[in-house]
């Protein structure tokens, strides 16, 4: 018989709806059992594509015994972490200073009142691994609680002071542009000068840095250009990236990007697709554009719901196996191949005709050995590294192998579309469309858009967190509207349609209301009318994704630029103010805050665009990466962006206003003139 999970549309606790294990969603009917019957709450948080999240809930939460023994002792609460960032970043916190270390599968113990007194994150079914079994670990939890009760009361308000204390940071001055070089100084410090990257293993993908140095002024970059450079050559040609398929992994086991954890999330491709695409624009390396170009396809391809939202994420696991689903043999590959060159061909030179690729030199471009890189197959790399001439016939190649991939079982669908995650997809496909010219691309940004503001929505029009099966709840965090700011402005400059303009701003208006802390600075995790949590947090770090406060102040800064409206700037910079220590000194987690606060430091630039055919302007905007650009375009006489208002053509042609702070230059018409102006700025 199904539990209370059956009720929920995280496809994570849909996947325990059938357990044993009387688990309850998060919420007050699950916290007021445990007050009313003074219970321990038993809390494990995970995320439908984690491989060891499956592990545990095969080994424990499907074991009778083991069930049995949680329903008579525990309240036990499911939580998907996708959809309740507020819950997993305050027990994660706690499951660090209990034990130095996080991850997920989180489990964490709690008393009546909600707050934690133990924890840890995967737990074996039994000893033999030299590890505490969960059930002996849940025994002495209980042993704890029943026997050490006063003390466990007398940590508590340590342990929530401690949850609380990134709220109460006072802050100090926004760090000048000296103390800014030195951030990335120490995070250049930590590059791998051999793989890409920066650290060892696991290596995630750290597109927020590699955005951070490209986004530097020419004089600036030095020698961070060579680990971009690096970084992006790295990942593309490693197995972290989908050969076949297009889309990257959520990070690599080793240093070298070679072994994924096959897990493929949604925030992750959004990211590298606009790291890949700004990678082209500053490098002019056609690889970096195919990987933007192939990493979006795969999005439309695979990852979009009918409705126009993107789903969130795959699994790593088939049929029960970690990474099934991509790996493969010599003689599969061979099979495969010969198979297709079979099939019948166009005559040569006919229009349809295939380059026929030879079996051997595909094994060789994709590193395959009968001995295989992963448990005895292989995970398909470009053994030559990025720049290697790919042989004849690779598309022939790719195109079989593709299908025959297809005809395998895949790995699980998270097809739950978070909001926050949807605009960093929205970003993405905006930019790339309008700078690559793919009309495909700026109506999917244009229709996902559309359904986050139409749809993900609860009947006062604020945003919600979640949709899935026709269902969107949960309250908006934070991140969601930051990320929705950014990505709304991006589409603005992509499109030129001033609705997202309107909507960007009106979105702002609402981050500072409902989020904004108007004594400290800074912007707060849950809005005012969110549930009662044992702490309200600032979340900060930006790693894997930026946080929303990070998000919250490139947005805001943006925003001013383009509507000369100054409050924003300094709600902005109460953010750089608020959290720029910490991040002057670890510069590798807060990268998208650093960008922030280059762009703040940066020569901005606002360039009004006035006219009827405005292309051969636009194109000079477009043509190159100005990171420290905001662009606005419209007929003669339009008032919105306020960087329009008053703007007219010269003589009756389209002409551009190079600005700044709202005092422009003359205004041109001649798109050479407009290219020498944009290039004076960034020199």
């Known amino acids: 018989m199904a539990n209370r999970l059956a009720a929920e549309t995280s496809p994570y606790l849909l996947q325990h709806r059938d357990n044993p294990v009387d688990w309850y969603p998060w919420g007050a009917e699950a916290l007021d059992r445990a007050r009313r019957e003074d219970l321990p709450i038993l809390l494990s948080v995970g995320y439908s594509a984690c491989h060891w999240c499956h592990v545990m809930e095969r080994e424990s939460f499907e074991d009778e015994e083991t069930a049995a023994f949680m329903n008579a002792n525990f309240v036990s609460i499911k939580v998907d972490r996708e959809e309740r960032p507020d819950v997993d970043a305050i027990y994660m916190e706690a499951v660090q200073a209990f034990t130095g270390q996080g991850g997920w599968p989180m489990t964490v113990f709690l008393d009546p ?42 940590r508590a308000g340590t342990m929530v002071g401690r949850l609380e204390a ?7 001055g926004v760090p000048g542009a000296e103390r800014l070089a030195e951030a990335v100084t120490t995070l250049l410090g930590r590059a791998d000068p051999a793989n890409g990257g920066f650290g060892r293993a696991p290596k995630f993908p750290p597109a927020s840095s590699l955005e951070l140095i490209m986004s530097r002024g020419p004089g600036s970059r030095g020698e961070g250009l060579e680990q971009v450079e690096r970084t992006l050559d790295a990942m593309l040609a490693g197995g972290i990236y989908d050969q076949l398929g297009g ?8 240093s070298a990007w070679l072994v994924p954890h096959f897990e493929k999330m949604l925030y992750d491709n959004g990211l590298l697709a606009r790291a890949y695409l700004h990678g082209w624009q500053v490098f002019g390396h056609e690889r970096y554009r195919r990987v933007c170009e192939e990493t979006l396809d795969w999005l439309l391809r695979e990852m979009r719901g009918p409705e126009g939202g993107f789903y969130s994420a795959y699994d790593a696991d088939s049929e029960g196996v970690e990474g099934k689903f991509y790996v493969w043999t010599p003689d599969e590959i061979r099979a495969t191949l010969e198979a297709a060159a079979e099939a019948p061909n166009a005559e040569p030179g006919e229009v349809g005709e295939v380059e026929r690729p030879d079996p051997g030199e595909i094994l060789t471009y994709y590193g395959v050995t009968e001995a295989g890189n992963f448990e005895g197959k292989n995970i398909l790399h470009l053994a030559d590294g990025a720049a290697a001439a790919p042989p004849a016939g690779l598309d022939a190649a790719r195109s079989a192998l593709l299908a025959a991939r297809a005809e395998r079982v895949p790995p699980g669908l998270d097809d739950k579309r978070l909001t926050s995650w949807n605009a960093l997809a929205i ?20 229709g996902c858009a559309d359904f986050v503001l139409g749809t993900i929505r609860d009947a006062d029009s604020r945003l919600l967190r979640t949709y899935k099966d026709g269902r969107a709840h949960l309250n908006a965090y934070l991140e969601d509207h930051a990320f929705m700011i950014e990505a ?10 001033p609705r997202w303009f309107a909507a960007a701003r009106e979105l702002a208006e609402t981050m500072i209301e409902r989020f904004g802390d108007s004594e400290r600075g800074g912007f707060f995790s849950t809005s ?4 009662t949590l044992i702490a309200r947090r600032k979340e900060v770090g930006d790693h894997p994704i930026p946080a929303g406060n990070s998000a919250a102040a490139l947005g805001l800064l943006r925003l001013a630029a383009l509507s000369g409206e100054a409050r924003y700037g300094e ?31 940066a020569s901005t630039r606002e ?77």
Request: proline letters at 8%; glycine letters at 10%; aromatic letters at 10%.
């Open 488 to 497: 709304l402005l991006v589409l603005y400059e992509s499109t030129f349609d």
């Open 247 to 254: 889309g990257f992994a959520r990070y690599a086991v080793d």
């Open 427 to 446: 970003a993405a496909l905006a930019e790339a469309g309008a700078v690559l010219g793919r009309d495909d691309y700026l109506e999917a940004a244009t």
């Open 166 to 172: 990134p709220a109460k940071l006072a802050p100090g």
């Open 571 to 601: 709600r902005a910079r109460g953010v750089l103010a608020l959290f720029g220590d910490p991040a002057i000194g670890h510069p590798d987690s807060f990268a998208h805050f650093l960008r922030a606060l280059d762009f703040d430091h």
């Open 113 to 154: 009142e909600g707050v934690p007194f133990y924890g840890g994150t995967y737990f074996p079914p039994d000893d033999s691994r030299g590890m505490p079994s969960f059930r002996m670990v849940m025994e002495a939890v209980l042993e704890a609680f029943r026997g050490q009760r006063e003390e466990i009361r007398g």
């Open 528 to 531: 005012t009318d969110h549930e």
């Open 607 to 683: 360039v009004a665009l006035v006219g009827g055919d405005l292309s051969a302007l636009e194109g000079v905007v477009r043509a190159t990466f100005r990171p420290n650009v905001v662009v606005a375009a419209g007929p003669a006489g339009a008032t919105e962006p306020p960087l329009l208002d008053a703007r007219t053509e010269i003589g009756g042609e389209p002409a551009a206003y190079v600005c700044e702070g709202f005092t422009c230059n003359l205004p041109v018409t001649d798109p050479a003139a407009l290219e020498q102006e944009l290039a004076n700025v960034e020199r």
